[in-house]
């Protein structure tokens, strides 16, 4: 009796997409990466119920042309790169050509795109990956807006792996502020259960530390210390023009957990332990045992030095050279604290109690509560949204202005 049997392709497709999309952010991820790669200079991320009902993701980049909207549900199609030694002079967060595959296959899309060279949109239907259900001409913006239905409809035994509303919400807001610190010439808006209000906003300036601002509070904003220069050149005969820039905070603002070490490699959010204890090597002895602080550090190298085929979600990443990575990232951390005012004068220190004193009258006063933290802040916002009314997104956001991105799909 044979044991061995070549599994059927929808099969094979929803084992691959499962290495892409595990969860509602998987999917706000590559989508927003896609609207990145695209030239985008404006993104809105809408969500219902934490991503439970839907994921709406809207762009005004280049859109794709009639003719390759069926092309970009194919596995492995990508505009991206043509061969494999594209990779040692990779430009784009993309590359694999999985990620609406793998969207497509456990869930119900619409696409709605325009290409920047066509005088007419494309819209079109899919289901499962596989089933072609419609496809028109349509008349819309420049740009390209994909919603995506009832995730998991194909796969029951995923569905009960999404957790609650807040739960899901607060995952997607973690992938949406991972882009926002890093593109801040980029603005980016995240909407929940057809809200008029965003619950995030950024304003698209080309600023960091604004970007952090409208990420994360003024209060974070005000103990960080822009990242310098290392004081003498990294000894490296393999690395030429390695650069290390963003911001790290001073050693009293800490957390017990790694969640805002924000980690950067030619703009791609990446998960490096190398780069973590590079981090925390570079404070010395200023940080406790068990606390880690506020980070965004930014590396740039030549792509060649670095390989980011390692997993399909593209957050692993190893380097040719680490030694040398790890001394840039050290020298770059250290000199920047050397250098800084880490002692407060008495007036600044009463000056901050005051601005803290009102802000927190503010939170109270905005979430009906005592003075809370921003994150605790946003808890309460989210637990708001299971209890108020749903109002309608006004008519000039559901039909596009001059100032705001058309969010709706084209009917």
Partial sequence: MRGIFVLEEQTISK????????????????LIENSIDA??????????KGGRDYIRV???????????????????????????????????????????????????????????????GTYMRVEGGVELKERRRITRAVGTTIEVKSLFYNLPARIGTIKSESTE?????????????????IKFELFHDEKEKPIMSTLGNGEMLDAIVN????????????????????????????????????????YGTKRHLHTYVNRRFVRSELMNKAIRRGYGTLLAKYTHPFVVVALYIEPGEINVNIHPKKHEISFY??????????????ATLRHADLIPEVGDVEKEKTREATAGAER???FGGPDVGRWEAIEALQTSFQTEGTPEISESRAEGDSGSLDIRPAP
């Fill in 15 to 30: 084992i691959a997409a499962g290495e892409v999309v595990d969860r509602p952010a998987s999917v706000v991820k590559e």
């Fill in 39 to 48: 030239g985008c200079r404006r993104v809105a991320v809408e969500i219902g």
């Fill in 58 to 120: 809207t762009d005004d980049g280049c859109g794709i042309s009639e003719e390759d909207v069926e092309t970009a549900f194919e596995k492995h199609a990508t505009s991206k790169i043509t061969r494999i030694e594209d990779l040692a002079a990779l430009q784009t967060l993309g590359f694999r050509g999985e990620a609406l595959p793998s969207i497509a296959a456990v869930s119900r899309i619409e696409l709605s795109t325009r290409h920047e060279s066509e005088g007419f």
């Fill in 169 to 185: 919400l607060r995952h997607i807001m973690d992938v949406c502020i991972n882009y926002v610190v890093i593109y801040p010439e």
């Fill in 215 to 254: 990420a994360y509070g003024s209060s974070i904003a005000r103990e960080l210390i822009e990242l310098n220069e290392p004081d003498s050149p990294v000894a490296s005969s393999h690395i030429v023009g390695i650069q290390v820039g963003g911001y790290i905070s001073k050693p009293a603002l800490v």
């Fill in 321 to 334: 050279h680490p030694t040398e990575v790890f001394h840039a990232i050290v020298e770059s951390v250290s």
């Fill in 364 to 366: 109270a006063k905005l």
